[in-house]
């Protein structure tokens, strides 16, 4: 149980793209999504948390109007890069916890972006 | 501060044992999670402790004292495909999430 699907698992793009990562709970019902990204070699960075609908609650530095995020069903969450350049090149994770909060986050494959 | 501490990187021996320590420091504290991530991979879920003690889980446990701010994550009967980072997250008051960095174990044979 407790499978995320994260798809696509692989982006390449031209500068000035956007592109849409889609992550869906299979087996639960996700009340709170997560946004992460991480460098090679480097932690887990959270990006921002989206409680199905509602307004997604980005961290300090994350622009909103850069990654946007909906969370329109308790088993879909999407993160919108827009305007893609190559720094935003990075490993994006996203995962899914049910309704208690002590619950274990689970986590998706993963998206590598690499915009060109 | 939030703060967890790991080590950076430790190496083993396939077949033995190996104790991978996490010390926190996180205003309240709601539970404490272990995750296995493979390199260029997302983090799998191995553990979760928010009463002192031992849990087992096959050749995998993990211990907390909460009074200590400490838990461990013991690794039995090492195999290479043990290799990876293991990160350790504590749920603090309002439960976020925070993560360490993680520790990278590396099997040699």
């Known amino acids: 149980g407790a499978v995320v699907s994260q798809h696509p698992s692989w982006v390449i793009c031209k500068s000035g793209t956007s592109v849409k990562i889609e992550c869906r709970s299979l087996?639960?019902?996700?009340?709170?999504m997560f946004w992460y990204r991480q460098f090679p070699k480097q932690s887990l960075m959270l990006m921002a948390t989206s409680n199905e609908g509602s307004k997604a609650t980005y961290e300090q530095g994350v622009e909103k109007d850069k990654f946007l995020i909906n969370h329109a069903s308790l088993t879909l969450s999407t993160l919108t890069v827009t305007s893609a350049h190559p720094e935003d090149s990075s490993f994006y994770i996203c995962?899914?916890?049910?309704?208690?909060?002590?619950?274990?986050?689970?986590f998706g494959d993963g998206t590598r972006l690499s915009i060109l | 501060g939030q703060n967890i501490d790991q080590p950076t990187e430790m190496t083993a021996t396939e077949g033995a044992i190996v104790q991978i320590n996490c010390t926190y420091q996180t205003s309240g504290f709601n539970g404490l999670f272990w995750y296995q991530q493979h390199a260029g991979e997302a983090p799998t879920f191995l553990s979760y402790?928010?009463l002192d003690g031992l849990e087992e889980k096959g050749r995998f446990s993990s211990f907390l004292s909460r009074s200590k701010g400490y838990s461990y994550l013991l690794l039995k009967e090492l195999q290479m495909k043990d290799s990876a980072s293991y990160l350790c997250a504590v749920l603090d008051s309002n439960y976020q999430l925070i993560w360490g960095a993680g520790t990278k174990l590396i099997i040699k044979p």
């Open positions: 402790n928010v």
């Open positions: 995962s899914a916890r049910a309704d208690r909060e002590n619950q274990p986050q689970h």
């Open positions: 087996d639960f019902q996700a009340t709170t």
